[in-house]
T-cell receptor, first 114, second 115 residues
Framework: DAKTTQPPSMDCAEGRAANLPCNHS???????VYWYRQIHSQGPQYIIH???NNETNEMASLIITEDRKSSTLILPHATLRDTAVYYC???????????????FGKGTKLSVKP | DAGVIQSPRHEVTEMGQEVTLRCKPI?????LFWYRQTMMRGLELLIY????????DSGMPEDRFSAKMPNASFSTLKIQPSEPRDSAVYFC?????????????FGSGTRLTVV
């Protein structure tokens, strides 16, 4: 699985967009980018994933650069409840296209401030 | 949908005792994962099952750890004997086997303290 690099921490003002970067310069053609987050004392929560096209769901948007060497997770209007550690994971899908065994790095601690 | 259910939420035990952690995955999910989280090592994958069969247990720390999945609705992680360095939060997660559109669903975790 390709290695990912994320900043250890970021701050964001409540109501503003939070843009969380992830570098994955060694990504291969069939590896997906997955994002999870972990709010304090809870289990991680799936957010979004993508291969090469930009993706959007009710939680966030994922922007993947054309060369796929980096991506950005965007929370359009951050709230205090979005304060969490955000994990960017790159890997080839597992059995029958599942997300397989995801390996979590250290992630980015996002602090949303009033 | 009750989500992934783990029990107990908290466990305090003495060194040398046997500890059993339990997990009920979401109905219909065929993959089950056990993770351990500590401040020092972060989230570590211990073992995962597909259709009740262990696929990869390379993350299990040592022979003191064992995991079983006797049926599609139940899994256990056992530590025998327990040691203080086993203190951590243990998470169980489940997902459908097929389809990248489905992320993992994690349980609330079991906080284990070995004294």
């Amino acid at each position: 699985d390709a290695k990912t690099t994320q900043p250890p921490s970021m701050d964001c003002a409540e109501g503003r967009a939070a843009n969380l970067p992830c570098n994955h310069s060694t990504i291969s053609g069939n590896e997906y980018v997955y994002w999870y987050r972990q709010i304090h004392s809870q289990g991680p929560q799936y957010i979004i994933h993508g291969l090469k096209n930009n993706e959007t769901n009710e939680m966030a948007s994922l922007i993947i650069t054309e060369d796929r060497k980096s991506s950005t997770l965007i929370l359009p209007h951050a709230t205090l409840r979005d304060t969490a550690v955000y994990y960017c994971i790159v890997r080839v899908p597992g059995v029958r296209g599942s997300q397989g065994n995801l390996i979590f790095g250290k992630g980015t601690k996002l602090s949303v401030k009033p | 949908d009750a989500g992934v259910i783990q029990s107990p939420r908290h466990e305090v035990t003495e060194m040398g005792q046997e500890v059993t952690l339990r997990c009920k995955p979401i109905s219909g999910h065929n993959s089950l994962f056990w993770y351990r989280q500590t401040m020092m090592r972060g989230l570590e994958l211990l073992i995962y099952f597909n259709n009740n069969v262990p696929i990869d247990d390379s993350g299990m720390p040592e022979d003191r750890f064992s995991a079983k999945m006797p049926n599609a609705s139940f899994s256990t992680l056992k530590i025998q004997p327990s040691e203080p360095r086993d203190s951590a939060v243990y998470f169980c997660a489940s997902s459908p086997v097929a389809g990248t559109n489905y992320g993992y669903t994690f349980g609330s975790g079991t906080r284990l303290t070995v004294v």
